[in-house]
């Protein structure tokens, strides 16, 4: 079956960094998402990895590594609008999203 | 900014009741999607529509019907409303092709069925 892993909870400090880990395994990869969820609203997209390698957008960056299955989105300077769900998202060899149950990370002050 | 609009962002009903619930999107995307997200278990996609009058069943299709009859539009329909079916209910956008391809979402419609 396919399936997408990801902590069901984190915590961490105002101005610290986080990492939110993903692994998979899924039926073909076509490319990865991370997705913003804030309580009560839809996601929202934060980035797209398809190669190997870091991809860096401001205070955020993702990484994927396709041979390990794996991927991780870092947050840097952390702020307290940044407690949110985030949410792994694979897109398989049929084009389908397959998506995580998502991490809510908690800011503290 | 694509833009994609859901009828209601809460919706109270009975069991039994039949449901409707509208997407609309403005961006001429191809592509829309029903989800239903419930604590712990992420994301499950109820149906797709690749095109007008197109229609494909999801991971979770029971209970569930859908009518695309215009592009910019995707209605779900529970025939006969469950207390299981109380969630919250995305609806997604998606431009076939690109370099990027990325689903917009709705704001979500949070139906209780009781």
């Known amino acids: 079956g396919q399936n997408i892993d990801q902590p069901t909870e984190m915590t961490a400090t105002e101005g610290a960094i986080v990492q939110i880990n993903c692994t998979y395994q899924?039926?073909?990869?076509?490319?990865l998402f991370w997705y913003q969820q804030h309580a009560g609203e839809a996601p929202t997209f934060l980035s797209y990895?398809?190669l190997d390698g870091l991809e860096e957008k401001g205070r955020f960056s993702s990484f994927l590594s396709r041979s390990k299955g794996y991927s991780y989105l870092l947050l840097k300077e952390l702020q307290m609008k940044d407690s949110a769900s985030y949410l792994c998202?694979?897109?398989?060899?049929?084009?389908?999203?397959?998506w995580g149950a998502g991490t809510k990370l908690i800011i503290k002050p | 900014d694509v833009k994609v609009t859901q009828s209601s962002r809460y919706l109270v009903k009975r069991t039994g009741e039949k449901v409707f619930l509208e997407c609309v999107q403005d961006?001429?995307?191809?592509?829309m999607f029903w989800y239903r997200q419930d604590p712990g278990l992420g994301l499950r996609l109820i149906y797709f529509?690749?095109?007008?009058?197109?229609?494909e069943k999801g991971d979770i299709p029971e209970g569930y019907s859908v009518s695309r009859e215009k592009k910019e539009r995707f209605s779900l329909i529970l025939e006969s409303a469950s207390t299981n079916q109380t969630s919250m209910y995305l609806c997604?956008?998606?431009?076939?092709?690109?370099?990027?391809?990325?689903?917009?979402f709705g704001p979500g419609t949070r139906l209780l069925v009781l």
């Open positions: 529509s690749y095109d007008v009058k197109m229609k």
């Open positions: 961006m001429d995307h191809e592509n």
């Open positions: 990895n398809v």
């Open positions: 899924t039926s073909g990869f076509n490319g």
């Open positions: 998202a694979v897109i398989d060899s049929n084009y389908q999203l397959i």
């Open positions: 997604a956008s998606l431009k076939a092709g690109g370099e990027v391809e990325t689903q917009y």
